[in-house]
């Protein structure tokens, strides 16, 4: 009975996935900050969307971009929200996870040798998993499962070792390791994680098979519009912290915001009045992406990121007097239409010192 009365986080599952370690990352069980909650499994990213949006779900936690294959698409084209379905989601948080990317299947004994007790092929190579790399045999491989998103992190050994295996696009690593899972011939397999393979009972043919080492994935945690405490708690989350009075260069750098604006194409300059704006008042941009907006062919919805917030006093037309309130108020003179989309705690700790480069 307990259970039933913890707020909702609903998620990218089934669990395994990615996205259920990084709920796991933004609500862990055993925290003495965070309050309990249930975490659920959705089937797409929409459906997570749309558990917060209908009040189903108190928070959700979806895939944001990955650092060596970009944004999610699917995300995005709904944070842009082209047939307002989703009017109310804002942006509470964000959770980095690790991304080692694994081959799994069934391991076939006629190419790679039945497994001693010593935990080593029968031909004398370790079974560490590597041993594709070396000149195992995948051919009895003939479809891949995955979420489209990892086919674009694991380039290289597909096209050494897979190349011509059948791709197929499911809704989430872990849904590729159970769809893996059900043929018993072995000649499916997919990219997932270790944590999947011993979800479903497969094994781990090939691992951290991503082209870049310390490859990793931004998750958000997204919240209802005036929906700030979590249920049956006076304590904040760590995800939704109460935001602090100022606005100073040191406290911009431990927020990240995210806002979408349009711009009439036709008018010379019109994207650079705006990027402009933010520039004026020190507001360093992090990121920018596009989309299509739905309106005419080449036109598009522009995601900006920046460091800071809005000051308590701002409102939703950032009429504050912090430095973001201040290029909120201009970017709504310059641009044809613009939507807040949230501010959340930086949980980038090494940010910055080029590793990995």
Same mark, same amino acid.
């Given at each position: 009975?307990?259970?039933?009365?913890?707020? +909702?986080?609903?998620?990218?599952? &089934?669990?395994?996935?990615? @996205?259920? =370690?990084?709920?796991?990352?933004?609500?862990?069980?055993? #925290?003495?900050?965070? &309050?309990?909650?249930?975490? @659920?499994?959705? +089937?797409? +990213?929409?459906?997570?969307?749309?558990?917060? =949006?209908?009040?189903?779900?108190?928070?959700?936690?979806?895939?944001?971009?990955?650092?060596?294959?970009?944004?999610? $698409?699917?995300?995005? *084209?709904?944070?842009?929200?082209?047939?307002?379905?989703?009017?109310?989601?804002?942006?509470?948080?964000?959770?980095?996870?690790?991304? /080692?990317?694994?081959?799994?299947?069934?391991?076939?004994?006629?190419?790679?040798?039945?497994?001693?007790?010593?935990?080593?092929?029968?031909?004398?190579?370790?079974?560490?998993?590597? *041993?594709?790399?070396?000149?195992?045999?995948? #051919?009895? %491989?003939? /479809?891949?499962?995955?979420?489209?998103?990892?086919?674009? =992190?694991? /380039?290289?050994?597909?096209? !050494?070792?897979?190349?011509?295996?059948?791709?197929?696009?499911?809704?989430?690593?872990?849904?590729?390791?159970?769809?893996?899972?059900? *043929?018993?011939?072995?000649?499916?397999?997919?990219?997932?994680?270790?944590?999947?393979?011993?979800?479903?009972?497969?094994?781990?043919?090939?691992?951290?098979?991503?082209?870049?080492?310390?490859?990793? @994935?931004?998750?958000?945690? +997204?919240?209802?519009?005036?929906?700030?405490?979590?249920? #049956?708690?006076?304590?904040?989350?760590?995800?939704?912290?109460?935001?602090?009075?100022?606005?100073?260069?040191?406290?911009?750098?431990?927020?990240?915001?995210? $806002?979408?604006?349009? %711009?009439?194409?036709?008018?010379?300059?019109?994207?650079?009045?705006?990027?402009?704006?933010?520039?004026?008042?020190?507001?360093?941009?992090?990121? %920018?992406?596009?989309?299509? #907006?739905?309106?005419?062919?080449?036109?598009?919805?522009?995601?900006?990121?920046? !460091?800071?917030?809005?000051?308590?006093?701002?409102?939703?037309?950032?009429?504050?007097?912090?430095?973001?309130? !201040?290029?909120?108020?201009?970017?709504?003179?310059?641009?044809?239409?613009?939507?807040?989309?949230?501010?959340?705690?930086?949980?980038?700790?090494?940010?910055?010192?080029?590793?990995?480069?």
């Amino acid at each position: 009975m307990a259970d039933e009365k913890r707020p +909702i986080v609903a998620f990218l599952g &089934p669990e395994g996935s990615y @996205t259920h =370690q990084a709920a796991l990352s933004a609500f862990p069980p055993t #925290s003495p900050t965070t &309050p309990p909650v249930t975490l @659920t499994p959705s +089937i797409t +990213i929409e459906d997570v969307f749309s558990a917060v =949006q209908s009040g189903t779900a108190y928070r959700g936690v979806v895939p944001f971009e990955n650092s060596s294959n970009g944004s999610v $698409v699917f995300t995005l *084209d709904l944070f842009a929200d082209l047939n307002n379905k989703y009017p109310d989601i804002l942006v509470a948080g964000e959770a980095y996870v690790a991304v /080692k990317h694994c081959l799994l299947g069934y391991s076939n004994a006629s190419s790679t040798g039945e497994r001693d007790g010593d935990g080593r092929d029968g031909d004398g190579r370790d079974g560490d998993g590597r *041993d594709g790399r070396d000149g195992t045999d995948f #051919s009895h %491989i003939k /479809k891949l499962y995955s979420h489209p998103q990892a086919w674009g =992190q694991c /380039k290289k050994f597909l096209a !050494k070792y897979l190349k011509t295996a059948e791709r197929h696009d499911v809704s989430s690593t872990s849904k590729a390791a159970e769809i893996a899972s059900q *043929d018993k011939t072995g000649e499916s397999a997919a990219l997932s994680s270790e944590i999947a393979a011993e979800l479903f009972g497969l094994d781990v043919l090939a691992k951290e098979i991503n082209d870049k080492k310390g490859n990793s @994935t931004r998750f958000f945690v +997204i919240r209802r519009k005036n929906d700030d405490a979590m249920p #049956s708690t006076s304590t904040p989350t760590p995800t939704t912290p109460t935001p602090p009075p100022s606005t100073s260069s040191n406290n911009a750098n431990t927020w990240k915001s995210l $806002v979408t604006f349009t %711009i009439e194409h036709s008018n010379p300059g019109a994207l650079a009045n705006c990027l402009t704006v933010f520039s004026r008042h020190g507001i360093n941009l992090t990121s %920018i992406n596009t989309r299509p #907006s739905g309106v005419r062919n080449w036109h598009y919805v522009f995601f900006v990121e920046f !460091k800071g917030r809005k000051t308590d006093g701002g409102g939703e037309d950032g009429d504050g007097d912090g430095d973001v309130d !201040k290029a909120l108020g201009e970017l709504d003179k310059v641009c044809r239409g613009w939507r807040w989309l949230g501010s959340w705690e930086n949980r980038l700790v090494d940010e910055g010192d080029g590793e990995g480069e």
